[in-house]
């Protein structure tokens, strides 16, 4: 049933054909990569593509070494948190060190991410929609899984082993803590970390805010059965899971990210020895609900919130391990990616983040999903601003590019991402992509083509700051809702048919995206 459901799209399309798939949308520059039909079709820009291959040539041969990738992946910071988006040190929590990367990198203000953290952190590592994958939604405390999801997928960081590179990953997972779907199981080299979140691991200690699970023996008994881990733990590709140190107060998740962090710089300094080329993904705890001020940062933002000095510290955290690559002569063959892997948890409010956007985390609204995005690389990135598309899954494909080894990259499935790399190196580069599919778990919600964004279904709720916890999901009605994000990017007000030509066309991009899961049938694997 759920397969035939996921080709049916919410009602919109009641029968289409594989050979759609192949056809390019009115709208679209796209077209589909030859010899990859499989992947996602992109627009042909081959002016900057060998502009930005020439770019690497050149720092490879000055450098005698393959670029290493850092990624850092802020769990669900707002768009409009940090400074270079217009929050910061003005709603009370600075940001000058990513804005200070921002400033002297490339700012891209169309980043989208999916509306929740399991699917966005499984999908730039495969590169793959999670209706794909199977991972469509967060794995809870007590889920069941009835199939390893990653067991035939090919993650990044295997297709970056097999071109020389270590990897390894710090800080929070939340894809999997069962046997074979941990990192150092699906292909990191390390990993130093927690598989769940932040509120997972707290909530059992933290008895002003949960006293009915805290103080009640027989829940809290019950919450221990369901076996979820809350430890910090380490694991080596190859080898078995060690415990770390025990979690056993909201004092541990506090300072959990200080921990993290030294254990990246020790990393940092080891492959500066070795010479390798590496993959770094730092994958900060903070500053999912609940936040616990670390001692160091404690009141330290104008805000005085917990929230706000949990933006403070992971503002100070880039900014010390910038310097260490700095610090290690690293900084310069170096490609670093700032985000967030979706929009803020407002349910948490007034202890929350922000976004000028209608929506929050959970929905497909921008607020949901549209998220910071900065990319720096000193000396082979121009300092500029792009409103362009970029889907965080495209760092699949790009973190490959830059690797020399975007042909390990299967063309045996559908890839949702897009190589990326002639926009980002190339001086005034442009994206190859020219539409973005949001996807709430099993659902194709959205559609974005250019600056039209087309709705299908609606995420509802009578209080803007419950959109998880109260929230309902409609069917858009007669018509898909389809607003125009350049003169009202708040998606307040319906343009449709009426007051716009191309409803259409967009509505035939849903075909189009369609016959690809019929021709590659989604995984359940039992959420």
Known sequence: MFKKNAAIFLGVILLISSEAFSQATPLSKARPIPGKENWQAAIPLPGQEKAAAEKLAALQKKTGKKPNIVWFLIDDMGHGDPGFNGGGATIGAATPNM??????????????????????????????????????????????????????????????????????????????????????????????????????????????????????????????????????????????????????????????????????????????????????????????????????????????????????????????????????????NTFIF?????????????????????????????????????????????????????????????????????????TDRPIDGINQVGFLLADNGQSARDRIHTWVERDLVAIRIHEFKMYFMITESDNPHLMIDQSTITKSGLAPWLFNLYIDPKESRVVGHALNAWTASISAEAKYHAASFVKFPPKNVGL
């Open 99 to 332: 804005d200070r990367l921002a400033a002297n990198g490339l700012k891209l203000t169309s980043t989208y991410s999916q509306p929740t953290c399991t699917p966005t952190r499984s999908a730039i590592l495969t590169g793959r929609i999670p209706a794909r994958t199977g991972l469509t939604r967060p794995i809870l405390t007590g889920d069941k899984l009835t199939k390893n999801p990653w067991e035939d997928e090919i993650s990044l960081p295997a297709v970056l082993s097999s071109a020389g590179y270590k990897s390894v990953l710090t800080g929070k997972w939340h894809i999997g803590e069962l046997e074979g779907m941990r990192p150092f199981d699906v292909g990191f080299d390390e990993y130093y970390g927690y598989y769940g979140a932040e509120k997972e691991i707290s909530q059992e200690f933290d008895k002003r805010r949960y006293p009915d699970l805290v103080l009640d023996s027989f829940k809290l008994d019950a919450y221990h059965k369901s076996g979820a881990s809350k430890d910090l733990v380490y694991g080596k590709k190859g080898g078995k899971e060690q415990l770390i140190k025990a979690t056993t107060s909201v004092e541990d998740m506090a300072e959990a990210d200080q921990v993290l962090k030294d254990f990246s710089i020790k990393k940092i300094r080891e492959f500066a020895k070795s010479g390798e080329p590496f993959f770094l993904e730092h994958s900060f705890m903070k500053v999912h609900t609940d936040v616990w001020a670390s001692k160091k940062f404690e009141g330290k933002s104008a805000s005085k919130y917990p929230y706000k000095d949990g933006v403070v510290e992971v503002d100070a955290i880039i900014g010390e391990i910038v310097s260490e690559l700095e610090k290690n002569g690293l900084l310069e």
């Open 338 to 410: 700032i985000t967030s892997d979706n929009g803020p948890q407002m349910d948490a409010w007034p202890d929350a983040g922000f976004t000028p956007f209608r929506g929050t985390k959970g929905s497909a609204w921008e607020g949901g999903t549209r998220v910071p995005g900065v990319v720096y690389w000193k000396g082979m990135i121009k300092p500029r601003e792009s409103a362009e598309l970029f889907d965080l899954m495209d760092l699949y494909n790009t973190t490959a590019a830059i690797a020399g080894a975007i042909d390990k990259v299967p």
